[in-house]
């Protein structure tokens, strides 16, 4: 991000790609608990300054953001720029082993194994079910992971 960019911009980032399900509030704090405002531009905060952010402050999502440093590069278009991302977790279904498409929220709730494919999915006795998907907010709310427009592809497979 640009050191010109605000905690604003990388708030409405972190929604984009992880979080937004209906528009919830958030806020940055330092380790100290103070609060940092959005209008906080990222060139005035001093590398290696990790801050805090909580999305939702009733099934409160918690990240933790360490500025590393500055580097020098090219103008890019957009606000952000993703240079890394983590490899989705793979979730196993508790009926059948297959990998799974879907998180039961009650079945979570209860302390039970909540994932299930498709097909088992079809069967189960409760209806309040989100899709499996990348993101610490998966199974919380109403999180689908529909604007997330970060597409992963695994390009790790060896040609033949």
Not at 18 to 34: K, Y
Not at 142 to 150: Q, R
């Amino acid at each position: 991000m640009p050191l010109t960019s605000t905690l604003k911009t990388l708030d409405t980032f972190l929604r984009e790609i992880w979080l937004e399900c209906c528009g919830h509030m958030s806020a940055f704090f330092l380790r100290s608990g103070g609060e940092v405002g959005k209008n906080t531009k990222l060139g005035t905060l001093p590398a290696g300054l990790t801050l805090h952010y909580d999305y939702d402050f009733g099934n409160t999502t918690e990240l933790q953001i360490t500025l590393l440093g500055t580097v020098s590069r090219p103008k890019q278009r957009k606000a952000v720029r993703l240079l890394c991302r983590n490899l989705p977790l793979v979730f196993k279904c508790g009926g059948c082993g297959e990998e799974a498409d879907y998180i039961c929220c009650e079945c979570e709730a209860m302390e039970e194994d909540p994932f299930f494919c498709q097909a088992c999915m079809e069967s189960h006795g409760h209806e309040y079910a989100l899709p499996v998907v990348n993101s610490p907010r998966m199974g919380v709310c109403a999180y689908c992971g529909e604007n997330d427009i970060y597409d992963f592809s695994d390009n790790t497979e060896k040609e033949k």
